[in-house]
């Protein structure tokens, strides 16, 4: 019994590498609640009431779902669904699931009451929702996520894991009501027709939490253009790229083409199958190959096919690096010998945080342009080294730390303390860092700061 637990955990533990990510179990309420490694969800999405597409009411999708999934410890398994499940079972006996806090009230997330021991398990759940659906001229939903709001990825929409975890997903969208042909099911999965009003979207085995792109809606309220790009690497990338009528869909299109040959440049390959962008009235979200964003901020969301969704954060304090990456993008990859501000905590949240810190965007793109400041001392660049570091850990969640060695590896440069100071939120006295690194960390008036706040001024998103 003894070795067969032991060859149990050790293929087990080889296998499913993402719970090496995953926080640690606490206790609620005298239970164990455990972190549990995913490796399916199947969700069937239909509508509760057939009418309310004709009658133009408020419309609800139920789904039915069945998540197969692996614990390595005895515990209450943990996962997330925002909508409280009307129906749930544990290899098919019912089964209670509550809505619990995690340590320190940084978010909620679903615990299954059942403390079970090591293996594998179906849970099955019926839940309904009605976030961004509507009826207004048809059906329309689409998986809209926010990385800067605590609980706005898929758990809004289907039963999901924790951004740690990378697994299979199927869904299949049954609307008998629709006519196929006035509809268009656009997705950065693989989507399969199977009858009228009857599709099934299979996404890649390495998506999280916040990859599954899923947009329904009537064909007639949106400008489509299709064509294919020609990747460095021979593939043929088909793009499909979409409007709200009011937009040009033409200029929307060419950026993307623009931003595609301008990234293969930069930092290799375009690492997708296939890119859908949907160009929205403001802001924006990444997908992997995808983005639904306005026409501004296209280049970000695009470059973040790279960095957030070609190399996903495997938590909220991973979430930083990302956003520092494309922020220094946006600002035009600046190379500053100068930091202006003292310290900062973007990676220093509780374990258990779940969103991005929204101080990423100005104070991560500034430590972007010190670091590539630091690389040009070593004879290399930022842009380089983010592309060793991309190629390194293509597909794969990772953390701060992932960088840091990377860095450490490629440049021979070592990053840690600077990262202590600016991101974890251990002060380092300036005077040390500026010994170690040089340049001059504690002018925050210079001149190159006042540069500095122009250029944040002038770009916002
Ligand atoms: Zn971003």
Redesign the pocket.
């Known amino acids: 019994m003894k070795i067969l637990s032991l060859i149990f955990f050790f293929s087990v533990t080889s296998v499913f590498a993402g719970l090496v990510q995953a926080p640690p179990a606490f206790e609620y309420n005298n239970q164990k609640s455990i972190y549990v490694d995913f490796q399916s969800v199947s969700s069937v999405l239909s509508l509760v009431d057939a009418n309310c597409v004709a009658n133009q009411s408020q419309c609800e999708i139920q789904v039915t779902s069945k998540v197969r999934f692996i614990q390595l410890e005895f515990g209450r398994p943990l996962f997330d669904l925002v909508s409280s499940p009307d129906e749930s079972f544990i290899d098919g006996f019912p089964v209670e699931v509550s809505e619990i806090e995690l340590p320190g009230s940084v978010s909620k997330v679903r615990r299954v009451e059942a403390s079970l021991p090591p293996g594998f398990y179906d849970l099955t759940l019926k839940h309904r929702f009605t976030e961004n659906v509507s009826s207004n001229q048809g059906l329309e939903f689409g998986f809209w996520y926010l990385?800067l709001v605590d609980r706005h990825f898929l758990e809004l929409y289907l039963p999901t894991n924790f951004e740690f975890d990378q697994f299979k997903l199927r869904v299949t969208l049954k609307f008998p009501e629709l006519n196929s042909s006035d509809y268009r099911v656009f997705s950065n999965g693989e989507v399969n027709p199977l009858g009228e009003g009857l599709w099934s979207v299979s996404f890649p085995s390495f998506y999280t939490a916040s990859s599954p792109y899923l947009h329904l809606f009537p064909a007639k309220t949106k400008k489509i253009q299709y064509f294919n790009l020609e990747s460095m690497d021979g593939r043929t990338i088909p793009v499909t790229s979409y409007s709200d009528k009011k937009n040009s869909a033409t200029l929307f299109s060419k950026k993307i083409a623009k931003m595609f040959y301008t990234y293969e440049r930069d930092f290799g390959p375009w690492p997708h199958e296939s890119f859908v962008g949907y160009q929205s009235q403001s802001g924006?979200m990444?997908y992997p190959g995808a983005t639904r964003t306005s026409y501004f901020a296209l280049d970000?969301?695009m470059l973040?096919s790279y960095f957030?969704k070609g190399v996903f954060p495997a938590n909220g304090n991973s979430g930083w690096l990302?956003?520092a990456i494309?922020?220094w993008h946006d600002y035009g990859y600046p190379r500053v010998n100068a930091m202006c501000f003292d310290g900062g905590e973007l990676g220093a949240h509780s374990v258990y945080e779940r969103k991005t810190d929204s101080d990423s965007?100005k104070q991560g793109g500034q430590l972007m342009a010190y670091i590539d400041y630091l690389l040009s001392l070593k004879g290399t660049s930022l842009k380089q080294a983010l592309k060793k570091f991309f190629v390194e850990n293509r597909f794969k969640t990772i953390t701060t730390e992932d960088f840091v060695k990377s860095i450490q590896k490629n440049s021979n440069l070592d990053i840690t303390a600077l990262i202590n100071n600016y991101v974890y939120h251990i002060p380092v006295s300036l005077e040390s860092l500026e010994n170690e690194y040089g340049g001059h960390l504690t002018s925050n008036n210079s001149y190159q700061c006042f540069l500095w706040k122009m250029r944040y001024k002038l770009i916002k998103w």
């Open positions: 990385d924006g990444e970000h969301e973040h957030a990302d956003e494309a922020k965007y």
